[in-house]
């Protein structure tokens, strides 16, 4: 930063960068898809951990792009929770997909 030139503020959005908004794509992608393959159970599960993957490099990309921004001169807005909330949320997906595998399961036993 140059003393005397005013600090042009810019937000961080998942356009900000190329990378950024292809992993962004592809978690919003992945919950779609997830939602309705509920009769195929074990690829639902495998998309689950894949979106808790991409959504942790998505936390990752994010804080990594931080630090071109100069220090001090940010703020955070309250929508960027949801960046922290989406693993949690895939979690709990796949642990929701993996208890009713076990159930089904457990019902085909006892046939």
Aim: net charge positive.
């Amino acid at each position: 930063m140059v003393p005397g030139q005013p600090v042009s503020y810019q937000d961080l959005t998942a356009s900000f960068n190329i990378w950024i908004l292809i992993v962004t794509i592809a978690m919003v992608c992945i919950a779609l898809i997830d939602i309705f393959l509920y009769k195929n159970r074990k690829l639902q599960g495998r998309l689950a951990i894949l979106g808790i993957l991409l959504s942790l490099l998505n936390i990752y990309l994010y804080l990594n792009a931080i630090h071109r921004f100069v220090e001090n001169q940010g703020r955070h807005t309250i929508t960027a929770v949801f960046v922290f909330a989406i693993p949690i949320l895939f979690f709990l997906a796949a642990r929701g997909i993996y208890r009713d595998q076990k159930l089904v399961k457990s019902l085909d036993r006892l046939r």
